[in-house]
């Protein structure tokens, strides 16, 4: 392969379009030197030296890109969150890849940082990727012959926020070495470390420079120590997500019903683990006062929660893909090298076998759970299919009886209608026979008052004749005005009645 280069143009357009979203704009670089300092061991190296480079001046030629360089540079770009942007600036971080000639396979790895609108990187992306520019039967074609390897990992970590349920969050770490045969020094870029990988780092290299005993490290020995720590906390995490599902296995625990005598599955048996807590003691497919009923939303939260475990298998597979290329590239380098690469640490493919023996077994344990969670996952469903038929049959049978309450109000309301109707027509043969004799009546009550007298044999007028006396148009005149004041009355009142029902 010829001599990689650093490709400005084609990182340019590759980053520049998302480095709003994956540059602060502002913040620092710490740097390693090591072996620069004054102290000096056996082998000709000194002890770490730390400094930090907060602009893109400082990544000049002299100082960091140093022929003379005795020792190991590594570059730490941080994160103040896992949803934040890195704290480097565009310019700083393209000047960092010019002057280390940084293949364009690392900014892939790049862009899984950055702002992330629902918190989530991309969980289902992770690998590692090298290039190798190698001297041909063992001598050295330039002093630039060099492999790069490069790769993101992931593992999860406490968050320390209090205000949400879940304590874990997944976060990755991203790792570039370019080391150089000829000088046998590694440039390594460290991309938002893991919680104590730096502390770690600084103690081994702090170590390795102190003991005049200790040989030259191999170069891939870094990449085993951060596989080592992408195996870390994955127990504890597995745990928490085992106590989870244990919860909705006690739920299930002690559910009496005939579905459990028809469903005789394994399954079933495996899943009645001995936990006594009240809602396990208390949960009923059968409907009673005091169930603790088994609903849709738990099922939702076991969804969620197989989600999770999805997620943290991908996270696994990705990190047992990345260490079995290290355990390839680490074969495949004492091919390449023009020399014998000294071990710092005799058991580093002891070390790669453990770490990867340890992902095998976190991805073993994912696996079952998630089996565990589809059999709980069907048996809710079970459960909730059973619910709702019975749910419909008891509502059936209140349907049912309010049908024959119905139909008993109906015969009741038909024999009420008929004695309505029977009053109605006797209601009015009174008021036909009340009209009939109305007419009469007032003449008998006009007739039989003063008004209207009729003659006796002995007075003046002729006997037998009707006299009319002349006050009469007095009765005329209020009998008038109390029909006009009655009527005047009566439509008051009913406007009144139309106002207030109308308000109301």
């Known amino acids: 392969m010829a001599t990689s280069a650093f490709d400005k143009e084609g990182v340019e357009d590759e980053l520049r379009p998302e480095s709003s979203r994956l540059f602060s704009g502002e913040g620092n670089v710490e740097v390693w030197d090591i072996g620069k300092s004054q102290g000096k061991c056996a082998l000709g190296f000194g002890t770490p030296e730390k400094r930090i480079c907060d602009s893109a001046r400082e990544f000049n030629i002299n100082s960091i890109k140093d022929a003379g360089m005795t020792g190991d540079c590594i570059f730490f770009i941080h994160q103040t969150t896992s949803w934040g942007r890195l704290q480097i600036s565009?310019?700083?971080?393209?000047?960092?890849?010019?002057?280390?000639?940084?293949?364009?396979?690392?900014?892939?790895?790049?862009?899984?940082?950055?702002?992330?609108?629902?918190?989530?990187?991309?969980?289902?992306?992770?690998?590692?990727?090298?290039?190798?520019?190698?001297?041909?039967?063992?001598?050295?074609?330039?002093?630039?012959?060099?492999?790069?390897?490069?790769?993101?990992i992931r593992r999860f970590e406490k968050h320390g926020r209090p205000e949400l349920k879940d304590p874990w969050s997944l976060r990755k770490m991203a790792v570039y070495q370019r080391y150089n045969f000829a000088t046998r020094k590694?440039?390594?870029?460290?991309?938002?470390?893991?919680?104590?990988?730096?502390?770690?780092?600084?103690?081994?290299?702090?170590?390795?420079?102190?003991?005049?005993e200790r040989v030259e490290p191999h170069p891939m020995t870094l990449h085993i120590l951060f596989i080592i720590f992408a195996t870390l906390n994955w127990r504890q995490y597995l745990d928490t997500q085992r106590r989870t599902l244990s919860y909705f296995v006690s739920i299930l625990a002690r559910i009496s019903s005939p579905l459990f005598l028809r469903e005789k599955s394994t399954s079933l048996i495996e899943l009645e683990l001995p936990v006594q807590t009240e809602r396990a003691s208390f949960t009923s497919i059968e409907a009673t006062g005091t169930d603790y009923e088994a609903s849709f939303t738990d099922n939702q939260r076991l969804q969620t929660l197989r989600y999770k475990l999805l997620i943290a298998q991908v996270a696994l597979d990705s990190n047992l893909n990345v260490a079995r290329g290290i355990k390839v590239q680490y074969a495949h380098l004492q091919t390449l090298s023009p020399r014998p690469l000294l071990d710092w640490c005799p058991d580093m493919d002891v070390s790669l076998e453990v770490a990867i023996a340890n992902l095998q077994s976190h991805k073993r344990t994912i696996i079952a759970l998630l089996d565990q969670e589809h059999g709980v996952s069907n048996l809710f469903f079970k459960i909730l299919d059973y619910k709702n038929d019975n749910t419909m049959k008891e509502n059936s049978r209140i349907m049912a009886r309010m049908v024959a309450t119905a139909n008993a109000q109906s015969e009741s309301l038909k024999i009420i209608a008929e004695k309505t109707r029977k009053d109605s027509r006797l209601m009015r043969i009174v008021a036909f026979i009340t009209l009939v004799y109305l007419p009469a009546s007032l003449i008998a009550t006009i007739s039989s008052s003063g008004l209207i007298q009729i003659a006796a044999e002995n007075g003046t007028a002729r006997v037998g004749t009707l006299s009319v006396h002349k006050e009469i148009w007095i009765y005329i005149v209020a009998a008038v005005v109390l029909t006009a004041i009655t009527l005047v009355m009566a439509l008051l009142w009913d406007r009144r009645a139309n106002i207030k029902e109308a308000s109301s």
């Open 90 to 152: 565009f310019e700083m971080f393209k000047r960092l890849l010019t002057l280390k000639d940084v293949s364009p396979i690392f900014t892939e790895y790049v862009q899984a940082f950055g702002t992330k609108v629902t918190g989530e990187d991309d969980p289902f992306f992770g690998s590692y990727n090298r290039k190798v520019s190698f001297p041909l039967n063992g001598a050295l074609r330039s002093e630039n012959d060099h492999y790069e390897f490069c790769f993101l």
């Open 186 to 212: 590694s440039v390594w870029i460290l991309i938002r470390p893991f919680e104590g990988c730096k502390s770690r780092l600084w103690r081994d290299y702090s170590t390795c420079f102190q003991d005049p």
